[in-house]
T-cell receptor, first 116, second 114 residues
Framework: DQQVKQNSPSLSVQEGRISILNCDYT??????FLWYKKYPAEGPTFLIS?????DKNEDGRFTVFLNKSAKHLSLHIVPSQPGDSAVYFC???????????????FGQGTILTVHP | ETGVTQTPRHLVMGMTNKKSLKCEQH?????MYWYKQSAKKPLELMFV???????ENNSVPSRFSPECPNSSHLFLHLHTLQPEDSALYLC?????????????FGPGTRLLVL
């Protein structure tokens, strides 16, 4: 059973417009969420994160929104740029069991293409 | 070198071969991870080392054997692999400091098992 889902395999957006990437989760024990970006032939790069005690976190052109009641988070990129074209993964962290490290559970990824 | 490095970047091996993947982190972190990414699947956590001790093994077959000799280095020893083990293997590290730790990834090793 996949606990973190990105239901859109791909998204195509015009340069300058807003990109909205969505992610749903099922495990209510997740308390920290991250977005990673991945270019071909590179590892995932950390983009932005949000704690479960917040509903919004902003960093430049990137904003992550968290709706805990709906178990849904989204990443907004505005304005979108061609260099943003990559695979975007959402990930959730679970600290259940009192462990001192966090296990990351990833979604399948969404391929974002920003057209000039 | 900065960040997390992995070698080799590409590897082709037969089912009877023995090979090792190497990961090195230059971030001063104390936790390291191996992930597997197969085509069209989410990243799957394989192993976690925290303070050089293995703390997680997600039911990974014994043909994958991790080794963490110190906090900066992590190896994944491979033997008698199957073609379905072909995937991208990613190493990550983090500073085990509580809720808001972030994992930083290496570029990965693209493995093909023939």
């Amino acid at each position: 059973d996949q606990q973190v889902k990105q239901n859109s395999p791909s998204l195509s957006v015009q340069e300058g417009r807003i990109s909205i990437l969505n992610c749903d989760y099922t495990n209510s024990m997740f308390d920290y969420f991250l977005w990673y970006k991945k270019y071909p032939a590179e590892g995932p790069t950390f983009l932005i994160s949000i704690s479960s005690i917040k509903d919004k976190n902003e960093d430049g052109r990137f904003t992550v929104f968290l709706n805990k009641s709906a178990k849904h988070l989204s990443l907004h990129i505005v304005p979108s740029q061609p260099g943003d074209s990559a695979v975007y993964f959402c990930a959730a962290k679970d600290y259940a069991g009192g462990t001192s490290y966090g296990k990351l559970t990833f979604g399948q990824g969404t391929i974002l293409t920003v057209h000039p | 070198e900065t960040g997390v490095t992995q070698t080799p970047r590409h590897l082709v091996m037969g089912m009877t071969n023995k090979k090792s993947l190497k990961c090195e982190q230059h971030l001063g972190h104390n936790a390291m991870y191996w992930y597997k990414q197969s085509a069209k699947k989410p990243l799957e956590l394989m192993f976690v080392y925290s303070l050089e001790e293995r703390v997680e093994n997600n039911s990974v077959p014994s043909r994958f054997s991790p080794e963490c000799p110190n906090s900066s280095h992590l190896f994944l020893h491979l033997h008698t692999l199957q073609p379905e083990d072909s995937a991208l293997y990613l190493c990550a590290s983090s500073q085990d400091s509580g809720v808001r730790e972030t994992q930083y990834f290496g570029p990965g090793t693209r493995l093909l098992v023939l």
